[in-house]
């Protein structure tokens, strides 16, 4: 009977520990540390959350459904966060000996909720007793100290997001925006935009790889997507890169280099697996017929296009194959809605998988 009680104790000491350093890394550590149980608890209430919406669901309901999805996850997570640490210590205090179940059970809720109607006689349980309040009250605060960085960090991101629809249109294109810049005459302003969209994909790295539960907050309004709102931009700074003729911007080269590698190293949070080195030439998800709609369509309104169409592809693709897997698998794990060059065609992507790893796409030799 000694030695179960030893064996308990330490497996509730265990699972306090386990439970405190997933919240240490959920919320505090200021890196992109995967923490298996909130990855446990936003993967099932995922499922569930896809149950109730139901499979042939519009887009519509989907969008009403999963907009409770993440706040409500989070509260999820501390409920989860809260059970266990009062199921660890509740065998510890069984395992001090002295106690029934039942009454470790209700020690722990007492203590944990600092509610005080149950008290410990003995100081080895007083001690106990003490470091579970502090557990308890040091979770809450972590998260609610979170929720401020979350929503500081949502805001930040849907004023950019909102504000493209003036430029890109809704559901935004990047052919949209250069066509909307050439008629009104402000192409040559098009750089305020790739440099200020430089820092919004370093402000979206750093939030959404820390906070990862930002990932799935959706806009306010159910037709704009952070997610496709990168990909318009993505898109517009390649095509103005590869096709369009103008002198060469590097600023918007910067652009490309900045998104691609936030939604890279978001994707790895995930384990979205995609090639780390891609080539020129790999092939991606637009085909040459959607991109020569795209050329005609600048072509009729008037945009000043480099003449070798061939070359122009080439050289489109060989940007957007940085960005293409990223920002397809994303799209669908978000559940964005439509836009073209993006979510249209994530129909088929990634999904999440519990405690999966990324997989790099490891070229032959040669």
């Known amino acids: 009977m000694i030695v179960a009680r ?43 959350f896809r149950l109730w919406a139901g499979p042939g ?55 944990v909720l600092t509610l005080g109607f149950e008290r410990p006689s003995d100081l080895p349980a007083t001690l106990l007793t003490f470091t579970e309040a502090g557990v308890g009250l040091v979770l809450l605060a972590m998260l609610i ?8 960090s ?18 935004p294109s990047g ?7 050439w008629v009104l005459g402000r192409v040559d302003r098009l750089e305020e935009v790739w440099r200020d969209w430089e820092t919004w994909f370093v402000q979206v790295e750093e939030s959404h790889s820390s906070f990862p539960a930002l990932v799935f907050f959706r806009s306010p309004q159910p037709d704009h997507s952070w997610v496709t709102a990168a990909g318009a931009v993505l898109d517009a700074a390649s095509l103005v890169s590869s096709t369009v003729d103008v002198p060469r911007n590097v600023q918007a080269e910067f652009c490309i280099r900045a998104g691609y590698l936030a939604l890279r190293r978001i994707a790895d949070f995930f384990g979205i697996p995609y090639a780390p080195d891609p080539k020129k030439g790999d092939p991606i998800t637009i085909g040459r017929d959607e991109f020569d709609e795209a050329y005609d ?62 997989a790099k796409v490891v070229r032959p030799p040669g």
Do not use: H
């Open 6 to 48: 030893v064996v308990v104790f330490i497996a509730g000491a265990a699972a306090v520990y386990a439970t405190f350093g997933s919240a240490v890394r959920t919320v505090i550590l200021p890196r992109a540390v995967p923490a298996k149980l909130g990855r446990l608890v936003f993967l099932r209430m995922r499922d569930l």
């Open 297 to 358: 369509r600048l072509a009729r309104a008037g945009v000043p296009l480099k003449l070798d169409r061939d070359d122009c592809w080439l050289n489109f693709a060989g940007w957007r194959v940085n960005y293409d897997t990223v920002l397809v698998a994303l799209a669908g794990l978000t559940m964005a809605p439509y836009a073209p060059w993006s979510s249209d065609r994530s129909l088929r992507a990634w999904r999440p998988r519990l405690f999966q790893r990324r």
């Open 175 to 181: 052919v949209e925006m250069i066509d909307r810049y």
């Open 154 to 171: 949502f805001s930040r991101r849907e004023n950019a997001v909102t504000a493209l629809e003036i430029r890109a249109g809704s559901p």
């Open 145 to 152: 100290t979170y929720l401020p960085s979350i929503y500081a």
């Open 57 to 111: 669901a519009t887009y519509e309901r989907r969008d009403r459904v999963m907009a409770l999805y993440a706040p409500v996850s989070l509260l999820v997570l501390l409920g989860v966060w809260v059970t266990l640490v009062v199921a660890g210590y509740t065998g510890m205090f069984w395992g001090l000996g002295g106690r029934s179940v039942p009454t470790a059970f209700r020690l722990s809720g007492s203590s």
